[in-house]
Every structure is written in structure tokens, then in C-alpha cells.
């Protein structure tokens, strides 16, 4: 097992040295260098040419060493991250990149996880009914609504519980993650509260569609597990129907869903950005598109870079569960 | 002891014989057939292909004309019936009413006047695809008269004739990014399951690259890089894209699944055998098998790059105007003002759920017609 | 004559389908003796394994339901049978049978153990259910259980998961967990039909071997004529739902009356004797246009008008019965 694991963070090197690669050109992708933006900026302000401002503009060049070669660029950026945990300065925000996501990040993060966790504890039950009782009316309204929820954008469940909030409960704060009395105020079991007051409609939003998809997911597994020759030897055995369902089917059931966590991540991860987007949360999705239309580049780079690795250690997560989960699986 | 049989009557032979004449493809078609839901979608996908396809001799307006009048109207009913009887089909006039205090404009429908609604009315001019002028519309009542019937936006125009002109480029993006992505899937991934190795590997590693950032994310920092001054048209492009760009992976990892398993049939270790040449086995022997699963993987796949699309677009980092998609137009609903005040400005989201519902229902029973045995 | 353990009579089991009624057990009788080995012979789709899950209670609802008969069962000589039947299969009582006083075990050793749980849990299970042992005694007789079937090693094979063992070893799992809680019958569905020849007879001297230890009775149900040999005191045969032929191994093996029985008994090679070996005419109709009257009169070389009737069955000497207008004729 240590083994599998050793060797899977060893198979991680080369994967984080093309995805730094990757975020590396999305930050180099836009014509002129990030300096372009801020030299447009200076202009409009008039500033352009007077001594401070030309001065600032050669610091910067100088500190990101924007002459160099693109390799070179590339190494000096990669290593001032390995060794400092410095991914540049955002030009928008006039911070540290760092600073200015890691609590974004980990809003983001806890907030994905978060819906894993709500996106099971809803799905599995309601997958178990649908394969137990095939067919039913419940079956078919399950699997319809699984459709619907399927077939919807995240950001169009946002609109909707937020129209939803403001005609028919006439809401008065609508999104964010906290009524704004509470933002920046010290932590209280009232600001606890009205955080779960809002903390459930991202929650919503983002995870209907993976709700839908593992209920779709644990229906069809239970129903192919639910005909196999061990489960009649369960019965067999005089065992109650639920235990029989339970160890025999729904455990088993579950390593599917367990492997295909690797998928079921990065879409909840889009969802999260897109529904702090719309909803306005404090996540890094607001300020990862801010980024993004004002070509501050650096930072939408370290955030594709940071996303990219945490979906990796999720991934890596995953199939270490799985591995300790189904005993067929060898470390090889 | 041949005398003492004595056959019995068998009913069972003649039915037998009927069978088993059919092709595989009239096979696919009589399962397809049977699948209630999957005609259903398969229906309702070419009913959208059909309404964006006639597009502007559909949509009873021009959808970039601003009706200043008439901003943020709420949906025209259509009536029949007045205090004097049955009539040919109509709308009333609007009367517009503007609160001073509220800062609310009212509109109420205005009984003195009354517009007929004609089937191949007269309204704006449009060319019909470069090919002639016309100002023939579907349904109208006359140029330059109102008849919303879905409402107007901020600017005064139309929802009706912008879901119509919009749903093209939606449903168009989808089908083109699919077009582009299964080229380039199906294409490496027979290469990856044929070849096997050192290909195989590389190509796996890419794809695994793809997957290990989150789609949306990657989406809009690909179409950010889009030059900002680049026209609507080429933006269009741009889009397809990126999204093909991003999407081929799972379409490749997929055919490459079924290739790895059709590889080792039968039929296609003879053809090698046999001595056929690789490009032989693969365009003769495994494309030609693949076809129905190619098809069902495009079309489930067709959602997902409309759903791509107008996230995109509604971020503002997709579709740019003149042009306009589903996403685009919802994009105005981000405001939580005008969305209490508006709620019609949703319509093109229902729009989105209606098409991604009708490819997922056809390719569900594409795909339960191609292949009966699995059920995932 | 003993009281008998199990005692059938008239079962009819039918599956309701979009197609149709499929008639799969359809009036069968038939009673099993303590410490006596019944054989149930016929080819695929005859309905004996339906017979089988039917005695457990274990037939899919819907489609299948129990549609007439009754299924006595006594769990000791002396006290009065229970009409299996009856039960709710889903409840208390049933379950209290299954697996204690009867016990089955399956064709596919592959899967018919739980893949991600050890084999000593599997058995442990039993014991902990129906005999009130706590976790470690359970698994000290499921140990004991694996060392009663012979298992190698049994105190380490325990803590196996089923793809670590072999089919042969699988089946001998199978075989300690039907057993650990000593059943009063033990029903095999096709236990070596899917095990290799050398394998199959060491199951088969284990299963004699542990029939003698423990005294319990076994239905056994296999197309393998050659096991019933070797293992059953009685033998039914069945075919499409019916039985048509029953009565001791030594009879039905000297004196086959039905002509499906001797059929059956032509398409099998024996060994020392030179003989073209006959297989059976046509193969078996279609489960849900089974013919009128006697169901193998389409293959049957001596079939006659008569047979379009439904023959019953027959006591023709003593603890001999055939279902065969033949009888009828020479008698």
C-alpha cells in the first residue's frame, strides 16, 4: 500500500510539470506582456511618461525579468513558487496573488467538498429506492427530475432559486454567503446561522447535477449487483432483505462511485466557480473572472495551477479509498 | 420405429423463418423505433433544428431592432375573443404608464386598438442566408407594429425573434464543436487503441492532462485569450474552438475503449490475417463497425458543449454581439433587479434545458438501439 | 416408512412476463427422507432449479409466484410440518429456516461469494444469525466450518477475500457456510457443474463424507447423470416443469420407463461399454408454447394421439412412478 502510494506521487511529478506548463502559457497567451494592461492604464490616467510611473513600469520588468527568454520566464516563475509559494503580484488587485486567494481558495474548496458530501447523502438513498423499487412512480420521478437536473447550467439553478427567492419569499438579501450585517464581524453562533441560512443554495446549485448523475450511477450498479448469484446466497443465508441489500449490494455499489470521484470533482469544482460567479460568493470564482477580462493574468494562472493540483490530490485521495474499499484491487 | 413416429403438429417452424433478415442497421432503427422517450428527443431536436434553421422568417421581428417604446414589455397574449364577439386572432395596443414616484413603467393593454395577427405578414427585411430579400415573416402584424409575444429586453427588442436568431448559434456551436472534437477523437483514439505503446501512452497522457483541470475554469481562460477586438463571426469560431479543443478527450477515451474491444473480434483479426494493411483494418474493418457507437457518443456528448457554450457566453467571455446566443441573452438575468422585475428574460434557459433534455432522451435511445446489452 | 423431511406436493411455480405465463414448475410432487439424497435430473429450463428456490422461498416476486401446492416441512421428526408456502418469505420465520435448517449452495463458486468480504465473515455470518455466537466463537466455527470441508490452512484462508482462493476452494467456502449451522437439508444446485472434472469428485466425496457426519439430506439438482449415480438415493426427472419419471437410483438406472429418461440415459457414454451413444431428438420448445398434452410427445419416438392428453403419474410397481402413456397401454 505505501508502496501504491509512493508510486502514485512519483506518477504526480510529470503530470504538475505540465499543468504548471499549461497555466505558464495561459499566462504568456495574451498579445504584449501583462505590463500592456497597466501601461494602457497609466495612459488614460496621463501618467505615461512622468518619472514615477516609468520607474515603477522598469521595476516591474526588471523584477519579472519580462526580456528573458520564455523558458527562462517559465523556470524563474516555477521556482519562485516551489521555493517562496510566490505566484506573482495581481495587477487589479495590487496584491500578492497568494494572499489574496488562499482563503478564496479554501472558501472554494470547502465548498466543493461540502457538496460531495450533501451530493451523497442525498443520491445514495435515493438511488438505493430507485433500483429496490423498479419502476415505481417514485423510480420514474426520480429519473425524471434526474434529467431536468442533468439538463440545467448551474448558473440558470442559480438565477432561478434566486428569482424564486426574491418573488415568492421576497428574500431581502439575496446570494453571498452572509447578509451583509454579518460580513467582517466576529464569529458567532448568529453569524453561523445565517451562514447556513445562504450556504445551502450554492450548495443546491452546485450539486443538483452530480446529485442527479450519482443517483443515475447508484441505480444502475445496485441493479446489476441486485441480480448476481451472492446476493441469493445472502438470502440464503436467512439474512433480513435490508442486510442483504445493504452489505451485499450497496456496499459494492459504492466502489463504482468512489472511482469515478476523479470525474465527479472537476465538474463540481466548475460548478463552484461558476455559482460564486452569479451568486457573488467570496470564492476564487469572482475574482478568477475578474482576472480573466482585465488580463491579469497571473492571477487566473495560479488559479488554474492551484485547481489543477488540488483536483490531482483529490484524484490520488480517491483511489486510495478505493484501493482500501475493494479488496480485488492489487497495488501494481 | 420410424413408422410408429408420428410428427406432431408444429406451429413454431414457419415463424422461425421470418427473422434474422434483417441488416444491422434496420436492426438499430426497429429498437429505436420502440424507444418512446428517445423518438420523443430525436423529434424535439429536429423541431429546434427546423425553427433556427427558418430563423428570421420565424421570428416575427428584427432581433436586433430597439423598440424604445416598448422596453422591458411583458409577453403579448393573443386573444380571440373581445366584449363583441369572436374575432380573427389578435393583440391589443399598449398603453404605457410611467410612475413618477416608483420610477416603475406599467404597460396595460389598450382595448380601442387591435392588431390582427396574419400568417406571412409584412415586417422587417432580412436577407435569407445571402441567397434573397424578403420582408415575408411566418407570423406578424404589420411592420413596425407591436406583437411581443414573449416580451421584450432592456433595449426593446423582441425575446421571441432574439431566442430564435440566438438558439442558432447555440445549437450550431454544438454541432460544430461535436463535428470538430469527434474528428479529432475518434481519430486519436483508434490510432491509441489500434497502435497500442508508445502512442498510446502519449496520447493517454495528454488527454490526462486535459482532464486534470477543471473544464469550466479552463474554458474561460482558453476563450479570455481570444483577441478582445476580434469581430463576432471570428469569436464564433474562436468558440468552437476552444470547446472542441477541451472536449475531445472524453469522446477519444471512449473510442478508444470500444476499439481496444473490437481490436481482438473476430472479424478484424482475420482481416489481419489475412495480411490487409493497418489503414485497411482500421477504415474497412473497425471504423465502419464503430459507426452506431460513434454516433451515440456524439450525440451525448452535443450537450455538454451547449451547456459550455452558454456558460461561456453568459460569463461574457463567449459569444460577443452583434451575435447573440441562449446564454448570452441571459446573461441580462444576472442583475437580481431585473430578474424579480422581468422574469421572462429566463425563457432562453428553458430554452437550454429543452435541447440538452431532447439530445440526452435521443442519444439515451440511440444508444439503447446500438447496443441492447449494455445499459450504461 | 420414515416421516419425510421435505414433502412437495402439486407445486406450481409460474413467471408472469410481458411475453406471457411461463409455466415453469407445474404440478410437481415429490418428498425427501432424512439423511437420503435426492436427485433432480433434467436439462437446462426443466424447472428444477426453480423447484429448488421455491422450497427457499427465494423465487424473484414479481414475476414469479407460487401459484398452487404446498411445500411441508418438518424441522425435527417428531414435530408437525410447516407449509412453506405459507410463510412471508421476507419474514422471520422463513428466515429462521433458511440457512439454518436449510441450507443451499450454487453452480458458480465464482460468484456466489460477496467479493469484498472475507470468506470467515461470509460464514461467521450465518453462525452469528441463527446460533446467538458472539463475533470471536463465530469466528472459531467458521475456522472449524473451513476445517470440516478440508480447506488447507483454514485459521489463515479465513481472512481471505473469495479471489484469493481457487473454484474448487470457493466451493468448499461455500459448502462450510451452508453447513455451519448443521441443516436438516441441504439443497445443491449444480454444485460441480462448473469446476473441473478432478475437482468435482473431491466435492462430491466431501459432500458424501459431510452427509454422514452431520445426517443431513440433500436435494441435489444437476443434468449430470453421472453425479446422480454416484451421490443420490432417489431420482426425479424432469422435464418442461413436470416430473416424469421417479423412483430409487438402482431402478431408474436397470429399468428406465419414460422415454425421456431413457433417452437421457442413451446420450451419456459409460465407460467398457461400446455403444453408439443416441442423442435426444429436436431440443426443448419454446418455454411459452409448451405443447399440449404430454410436453415431450414432439420429441418422443413412440409418441401416439393418446399423448395430446396429459398423462399422470403413475405408480407402476412399488416406489416406481412414470408419467407415460406407454404404461397405461401395457398394463
Known amino acids: ?332 | 420405429m420410424s413408422s410408429a413416429v408420428q410428427t406432431p403438429p408444429d406451429a413454431s417452424v414457419e415463424e422461425t423463418t421470418t427473422t434474422a433478415t434483417y441488416s444491422q442497421r434496420e436492426l438499430i432503427w426497429r429498437r429505436f423505433k420502440k424507444h418512446r422517450a428517445g423518438v420523443a428527443g430525436g423529434c424535439v431536436v429536429l423541431f429546434l433544428y427546423v425553427c433556427v434553421f427558418l430563423g428570421e422568417f420565424l421570428a416575427p421581428h428584427d432581433p436586433a431592432h430597439r423598440y424604445y417604446n416598448y422596453v422591458h414589455l411583458p409577453a403579448q397574449r393573443v386573444h380571440i375573443f373581445s366584449e363583441d364577439g369572436i374575432h380573427w386572432p389578435f393583440v391589443y395596443g399598449i398603453k404605457k404608464a410611467f410612475d413618477r414616484q416608483t420610477g416603475i413603467k406599467t404597460y396595460t393593454e389598450d382595448a380601442a386598438v387591435r392588431y390582427p395577427v396574419y400568417p406571412f405578414a409584412r415586417g422587417a427585411e432580412y436577407t435569407f442566408y445571402g441567397l434573397f430579400r424578403t420582408d415575408i415573416h411566418l407570423l406578424g402584424t404589420g411592420k413596425g407594429n407591436p406583437m411581443f409575444l414573449l416580451g421584450t429586453d432592456r433595449f426593446g427588442r423582441d425575446m421571441l425573434s432574439r431566442i430564435i436568431v440566438g438558439g442558432r448559434v447555440s445549437l450550431t456551436i454544438g454541432l460544430l464543436a461535436v463535428f470538430i472534437s469527434l474528428t479529432l477523437g475518434s481519430a486519436l483514439g483508434v490510432i491509441s487503441g489500434y497502435y497500442g505503446g508508445h502512442v498510446d501512452n502519449l496520447i493517454q497522457r495528454v488527454i490526462e492532462l486535459i482532464f486534470a483541470f477543471p473544464s469550466i475554469p479552463i474554458l474561460m481562460a482558453l476563450s479570455a485569450i481570444l483577441p478582445p477586438e476580434w469581430p463576432s463571426h471570428l469569436v464564433f469560431m474562436g468558440i468552437v474552438t476552444v470547446l472542441a479543443l477541451v472536449g475531445w478527450g472524453g469522446l477519444a477515451r471512449e473510442i478508444r475503449g470500444k476499439t481496444l474491444s473490437i481490436r481482438e473480434a473476430d472479424f478484424v483479426l482475420a482481416a489481419r490475417v489475412a495480411g490487409a494493411k493497418d489503414r485497411r483494418v482500421i477504415f474497412r474493418h473497425l471504423l465502419p463497425s464503430m459507426f452506431s457507437h460513434i454516433i451515440v457518443i456524439a450525440t451525448l456528448a452535443i450537450p455538454g458543449f451547449i451547456l459550455g457554450e452558454s456558460t461561456l457566453s453568459f460569463l461574457g467571455l463567449g459569444i460577443k454581439p452583434p451575435m447573440t446566443s441562449w446564454g448570452l441573452l441571459l446573461s441580462d438575468a444576472m442583475n437580481i433587479h431585473s430578474l424579480s422585475l422581468y422574469p421572462w428574460l429566463l425563457l432562453p434557459g428553458v430554452c437550454i434545458i429543452i435541447a440538452v433534455l431532447a439530445f440526452n432522451f435521443l442519444g439515451d435511445g440511440l444508444r439503447d438501439a446500438a447496443d441492447p446489452y449494455s445499459s450504461r | 416408512m420414515t416421516q419425510p423431511l421435505l414433502d412437495i406436493r402439486d407445486l406450481k411455480t409460474y413467471f408472469y412476463t410481458d411475453d406471457g405465463i411461463v409455466r415453469a414448475v407445474d404440478g410437481v410432487s415429490l418428498s425427501i427422507v432424512p439423511q437420503k439424497t435426492l436427485g433432480v435430473v433434467g436439462e437446462s429450463g426443466c424447472g428444477k432449479s426453480i423447484t429448488a428456490f421455491s422450497t427457499m422461498r427465494l423465487i424473484p416476486s414479481p414475476p414469479g409466484k407460487i401459484e398452487n401446492g404446498q411445500i411441508l416441512f418438518r424441522k425435527n421428526p417428531d414435530s408437525d410440518p410447516i407449509d412453506l408456502t405459507q410463510l412471508n418469505p421476507k419474514g422471520a420465520q422463513m428466515r429462521g429456516i433458511r440457512g439454518n435448517d436449510i441450507a443451499m449452495i450454487f453452480q458458480e463458486p465464482m460468484t456466489s461469494l460477496s467479493p469484498v468480504h472475507t470468506v470467515g465473515n461470509q460464514i461467521g455470518e450465518a453462525i452469528r444469525l441463527h446460533q446467538n455466537a458472539d463475533k470471536t466463537e463465530a469466528r472459531e466455527r467458521a475456522i472449524d466450518a473451513l476445517n470440516k470441508v478440508r480447506l488447507p490452512r483454514p485459521d489463515r484462508q479465513v481472512d481471505a477475500y473469495p479471489h484469493e482462493l481457487s473454484g474448487g476452494m470457493r466451493q468448499r467456502a461455500m459448502i462450510a457456510m451452508a453447513l455451519s449451522c448443521n441443516p436438516n437439508l441441504l439443497i445443491a444446485d449444480e454444485p460441480t457443474t462448473a469446476l473441473d472434472v478432478t475437482v468435482q469428485s473431491q466435492i462430491l466425496d466431501l459432500m458424501r463424507q459431510l452427509q454422514s457426519d452431520i445426517g443431513m439430506a440433500i436435494m441435489l439438482i444437476t443434468h449430470d447423470l453421472g453425479v446422480v449415480a454416484s451421490m443420490a438415493d432417489y431420482v426425479a426427472v424432469m422435464y418442461l416443469g413436470k416430473i416424469v419419471e421417479y423412483s430409487d437410483t438402482r431402478t431408474i438406472f436397470k429399468n428406465p420407463r419414460h422415454p425421456y429418461t431413457k433417452g437421457l440415459l442413451n446420450s451419456i457414454p459409460q465407460v467398457g461399454h461400446k455403444r453408439r451413444l443416441v442423442p435426444i431428438e429436436g431440443a426443448i420448445p419454446d418455454p411459452f408454447e409448451i405443447p399440449q398434452g404430454c410436453a415431450f410427445a414432439p420429441r418422443c419416438p413412440h409418441a401416439t394421439r393418446q399423448c395430446r392428453e396429459t398423462p399422470q403419474l403413475l405408480e407402476i410397481e412399488s416406489g416406481h412412478h412414470v408419467s407415460c402413456w406407454l404404461e397405461k397401454r401395457e398394463t
Open chain 1, 1 to 332: 500500500m505505501i508502496n501504491y502510494i509512493i508510486r502514485r506521487l512519483l506518477h504526480m511529478i510529470p503530470t504538475l510539470i505540465l499543468i504548471s506548463m499549461v497555466s505558464f502559457a495561459v499566462i504568456q497567451a495574451p498579445p504584449g506582456d501583462m505590463l500592456t494592461s497597466r501601461l494602457a492604464e497609466l495612459a488614460e490616467q496621463g501618467e505615461l511618461g512622468s518619472e514615477s510611473a516609468m520607474a515603477q513600469i522598469d521595476a516591474l520588468r526588471e523584477r519579472y525579468g519580462l526580456n528573458d527568454p520564455i523558458y527562462v520566464q517559465y523556470v524563474r516563475w516555477i521556482w519562485k513558487i516551489i521555493s517562496k509559494g510566490d505566484f506573482g503580484q495581481s495587477f487589479t488587485y495590487e496584491m500578492d496573488v497568494m494572499e489574496l486567494l488562499v482563503e478564496r481558495l479554501g472558501l472554494t474548496l470547502t465548498l466543493t467538498l461540502s457538496t460531495l458530501i450533501f451530493t451523497w447523502i442525498i443520491a445514495i438513498p435515493i438511488g438505493i429506492y430507485s433500483a429496490t423499487r423498479q419502476y415505481s412512480i417514485g423510480d420514474y420521478g426520480f429519473t425524471f427530475l434526474g434529467f431536468i437536473g442533468l439538463a440545467t447550467p448551474n448558473f440558470l439553478l442559480a438565477l432561478v432559486i434566486m428569482f424564486i427567492q426574491v418573488s415568492v419569499f421576497e428574500a431581502e438579501s439575496v446570494g453571498g454567503l452572509l447578509s451583509p450585517e454579518y460580513i467582517g464581524a466576529a464569529w458567532s453562533w448568529a453569524k453561523v446561522v445565517d451562514l447556513l441560512k445562504h450556504i445551502w443554495v450554492p450548495i443546491l446549485v452546485i450539486g443538483t447535477g452530480s446529485t442527479a448523475g450519482v443517483i443515475r450511477i447508484m441505480r444502475g450498479n445496485l441493479l446489476d449487483i441486485l441480480g448476481q448469484q451472492h446476493i441469493q446466497t445472502g438470502r440464503a443465508k436467512g439474512l433480513k432483505e435490508g442486510k442483504v441489500i445493504v452489505k451485499y449490494g450497496v456496499r459494492i455499489a459504492i466502489n463504482p462511485l468512489v472511482s469515478r470521484l476523479g470525474l465527479e470533482l472537476p465538474g463540481l469544482l466548475s460548478g463552484a466557480v461558476v455559482t460564486g460567479i452569479v451568486l457573488g460568493l467570496p470564492t476564487a470564482g469572482p475574482i478568477f473572472l475578474t482576472a480573466l477580462t482585465s488580463q491579469d493574468m497571473y492571477l487566473a494562472g495560479a488559479f488554474l495551477l492551484l485547481s489543477a493540483t488540488f483536483l490531482l490530490v483529490g484524484n490520488l485521495l480517491a483511489d486510495i479509498l478505493l484501493a482500501w474499499l475493494d479488496p480485488r484491487i492489487r497495488y501494481e
